[in-house]
């Protein structure tokens, strides 16, 4: 009994842990996406914060938090390792699937396609076990969207 309740404290410890630092991993590969660009400025930090908010359903405030303490954690950034494996062991492959269209979103938020952004996302997307035909449609994806929205079509 005591191991049961032992058990679930440390459960409903980790959980509020957990999702943060599930916001952080994701929000470090996103950063990390955006600083592979020569063009990172305040339009990318604007739509990776949009992402963000959207997907974690965050407050302003607590997005500029997450955003912050994940910038810090970009520059000193030596592996994703930790990062990827947070999301590949938390997230169900949909949502993984989910991360990887967030990264198309950031790469062709310049319009440009860069073969170091593109091989990011090929790696990111094996760490995190989505496969590389669930990693072109999200591509696809993420290019439907936006030539509907009138953006800019990205590059092939």
């Not at 947070?86 to 169900?92: A, G, K, S």
């Amino acid at each position: 009994m005591f191991d049961r309740l032992m058990k679930l404290l440390s459960n409903s410890e980790s959980q509020t842990g957990l999702s943060e630092d599930l916001r952080v991993a994701v929000a470090v590969l996103l950063l990390e996406a955006a600083h592979r660009s020569d063009h990172f400025g305040p339009g990318d930090q604007a739509l990776i914060a949009r992402l963000l908010t959207e997907k974690f359903a965050l407050s302003k405030e607590q997005c500029e938090q997450l955003v912050a303490a994940s910038e810090a954690r970009v520059e000193q950034l030596v592996q994703l390792q930790p990062y990827t494996h947070t999301i590949f062991t938390h997230m169900d492959i949909p949502e993984r699937i989910q991360v990887i269209e967030m990264l198309w979103e950031v790469v062709y938020a310049d319009g440009v396609l860069d073969p170091e952004e593109d091989a990011l996302i090929r790696r990111l997307g094996g760490l995190i076990d989505v496969s590389d035909r669930d990693r072109v449609l999200a591509r696809q994806r993420v290019v439907a969207r936006m030539t509907q929205t009138g953006a800019d079509k990205p590059p092939d």
